[in-house]
């Protein structure tokens, strides 16, 4: 009777020794839909960045566009006019730039800014936003 009961009770402790296939299965379930979760979570984030930063870089192209009609007297023929003195510039001495340090940057999706002069005191300018094609619904403006 006692050599029975010892041999049972080998029996349980060794199948106690390990996690079964259904409860690694599991727990695998869990830790993919967590990181499912986390993954979107971080993706809307950044897209949420990525436009913040585009309006934030608007904003700048603003101020500068500013300053350089108050010298010039016209809004700029392109971008480039912001740091370096444009050839075609009727009065070359009112230009006090450079209105942005260095170079015109990219947006956030690596695409250059979208600039169009309207008349000599009106403009355009956006980021052809996500999905990098100007013009369309996802465009980012002020």
């Given at each position: 009777?006692?050599?029975s ?14 996690f079964?296939?259904?409860?690694v299965?599991?727990v ?14 971080v ?6 960045a ?36 444009p ?10 730039g ?20 309207i ?12 999905d ?11």
């Open positions: 009777m006692r050599s009961l010892r041999i049972s009770n080998r029996r349980q402790s060794t199948r106690r020794r390990g079964t296939l259904m409860e299965l599991l695998l379930a869990i830790l993919v839909i967590l990181g499912s979760i986390v993954t979107v979570s993706l809307k984030m950044q897209a949420t990525f436009k913040d930063a585009a309006r934030t870089q608007l904003r700048s192209f603003e101020d500068a566009i500013k300053l350089y009609q108050l010298h010039v007297n016209q809004v700029p023929s392109n971008l480039d006019s912001l740091v370096e003195l050839a075609d510039l009727p009065n070359q001495t009112k230009w006090q450079p209105y942005i340090d260095k170079q015109i940057p990219l947006d956030p999706w690596d695409q250059p800014y979208q600039y169009e002069v008349d000599d005191e009106r403009y355009n300018i956006f980021s052809a936003g996500p990098r094609t100007p013009s369309t619904d996802d465009d980012i403006t002020l």
